[in-house]
């Protein structure tokens, strides 16, 4: 089955500076990189996804990278802010009938003012 | 929309007890899955359900069942509590939009079993 790893386990950066979590996986097949963000206490939300077919994707400060060829992927997160500060998972899938996701164990970003 | 519900948000157990964690949404989503979430290990994923009358194991199944008699509810049982059942247990739903699911996730139920 499919393995996804996930680095580092906890971020700590400034107001303002960028931060990067990267994500590998096993399954070559998995075509479907969704990222979740967790606040305390609170489910998983969504906040970017990427599919294989496509190298980079952004939205306003949060950006996603894949690379297939080396099977990982990384979220980028430019001028943080306090409110940023969550647990961050990646997750790999085969999109299809219930396309179940494989998380990573999760980062903890904290971002200091 | 309240999304996704789970009852209750906490709860205690004691060694060989049963329970059972509620989940309904109310999105009109066909998919809908369970996952445990321990420290430091993410979220496993123990049964999911494509539709009413259609459930399949996921990879940490056991010591589990649920069942799906409407599209918006998804029990999780619990038949004899084990220590190692203490986590965070979270239910999701989705519905396939142009061939992904995203998964909308309810608030989790956090159970501690003594």
């Known amino acids: 089955g499919e393995n996804v790893e996930q680095h580092p386990s906890t971020l700590s950066v400034q107001e303002g500076d960028s931060a990067v979590i990267k994500c590998t996986y096993s399954?070559?097949?998995?075509?479907?990189f969704p990222w979740y963000k967790q606040e305390l206490g609170k489910g998983p939300q969504l906040i970017i996804d990427?599919?294989?077919?496509?190298g980079e994707k952004k939205d306003q400060r949060i950006a996603v990278t894949l690379n297939k060829t080396a099977k990982h992927f990384s979220l980028h997160i430019t001028e943080t802010q306090p409110e940023d500060s969550a647990v961050y998972f990646c997750?790999?899938?085969?999109?299809?009938?219930?396309?179940?996701?494989?998380f990573g164990t999760g980062t903890r970003l904290q971002v200091t003012l | 929309n309240a999304g996704v519900t789970q009852t209750p948000k906490f709860r205690i157990l004691k060694i060989g007890q049963s329970m059972t964690l509620q989940c309904t949404q109310d999105m009109n989503h066909n998919y809908m899955y369970w996952y445990r979430q321990d420290p430091g290990m993410g979220l496993k994923l123990i049964y999911y359900s494509v539709g009413a009358g259609i459930t399949d194991k996921g990879e940490v199944p056991n010591g589990y069942n649920v069942s799906r008699s409407t599209t918006e509810d998804f029990p999780l049982r619990l038949e004899l509590a084990a220590p190692s059942q203490t986590s965070v247990y979270f239910c999701?739903?989705?519905?396939?939009?142009?061939?992904?699911?995203?998964?909308?996730f309810g608030p989790g139920t956090r159970l501690t079993v003594l």
């Open positions: 997750a790999a899938s085969l999109t299809g009938t219930a396309s179940k996701l494989t």
């Open positions: 399954d070559s097949a998995s075509n479907y």
């Open positions: 990427i599919r294989s077919n496509v």
């Open positions: 999701a739903s989705s519905t396939r939009d142009r061939g992904i699911n995203e998964q909308f």
